[in-house]
């Protein structure tokens, strides 16, 4: 009981200066949409970068009630200071993402807007995620490809900001993950699994498949964010040099 109760509060947590700096990232990026812009990218991929790196630098207020958020006074010389602060994060980070746009995104393309609206009923399939490690010694692995299939082919991914193929690097410490992108369905409330192939090869080890299914029940439109909550977390998979009695992983 007291595990559910506690369960139940941290779920209710909230961070008011997300709310914050969500807002104020949004009124600049409009601002400068209904003005002269210049050479300033403003497309939903660039703004949640801002976001991003706005929020990596402040320090969170957490809230865990209503009777919290009447706590935090916006009239307050804090907010007030907190408010400038946040403000000059924002156009800073505006220059630091203009001046390093990602070169695998399309940036302000149709195609991009257009499948984040998603209307139409759609297998929203989980962010995949999973750790590679060398068999022998259990240390991460690096400077290796992992490839996602689906009936032998390559799965197509959310946006061009998830790889497939998926480089893992060394800061990565074992880490990959996959965003498939939606699939289109007859309607909402259908059931369908997928059957999806973890493929790794590398220098100096044994080639590494993994077979796993992943049920998923089609919604009414497609997912437009991404959200950790919706992970399809793996078992931890080995690999081992040539030679070795263990074989490739192909478990279910």
Same mark, same amino acid.
Request: glycine share 6%; aromatic share 10%.
């Given at each position: ?98 001046? @390093?746009?990602?070169? *695998? !995104? &399309? ?5 991009? =807007? #257009?499948?984040?609206? /998603?209307?139409?009923?759609? %297998? ?46 060394? @800061?990565?410490?074992? *880490? !990959? &993950? ?5 699939? =289109? #369905?007859?309607?909402? /409330?259908?059931?369908?699994? %997928? ?58």
């Amino acid at each position: 009981m007291v595990e559910n109760e506690l369960e139940r509060n941290v779920m209710e947590l909230h961070n008011t200066v997300e709310d914050i700096v969500i807002a104020r990232v949004g009124e600049v990026f409009d601002a400068l949409n209904e003005g002269n812009k210049g050479n300033i990218c403003t497309c939903d991929q660039c703004r949640m970068d801002v976001i991003c790196y706005v929020l990596n630098r402040t320090t969170p207020r957490y809230i865990s009630s209503h009777r919290g958020a009447s706590r935090v006074q916006k009239e307050s010389l804090e907010y007030q200071q907190s408010f400038a602060d946040i403000t000059a994060l924002v156009h800073d980070g505006l220059k630091k993402v203009n001046h @390093n746009l990602r070169p *695998n !995104f &399309s940036h302000g393309s149709q195609d991009d =807007k #257009a499948n984040a609206a /998603g209307n139409f009923p759609s %297998f929203n399939i989980p962010t995949i995620m999973g750790r590679i490690f060398n068999g022998n010694n259990f240390e991460p692995l690096s400077d290796i490809v992992v490839e996602l299939l689906l009936d032998g082919e390559l799965v197509a991914m959310k946006d061009k900001n998830w790889q497939n193929p998926y480089r893992m690097v060394s @800061n990565t410490n074992g *880490n !990959f &993950s996959f965003w498939p992108a939606p699939v =289109k #369905a007859g309607g909402e /409330g259908e059931k369908k699994v %997928f059957e999806f192939l973890i493929k790794v090869k590398a220098p100096d080890f044994d080639d590494l498949n993994h077979f796993f299914s992943v049920a998923v029940d089609s919604e009414k439109q497609s997912a437009g964010s991404f959200n950790l909550e919706r992970t399809f977390r793996l078992p931890d998979l080995y690999m081992f040099p040539p030679g070795g009695d263990e074989e490739a992983d192909t478990s279910y």
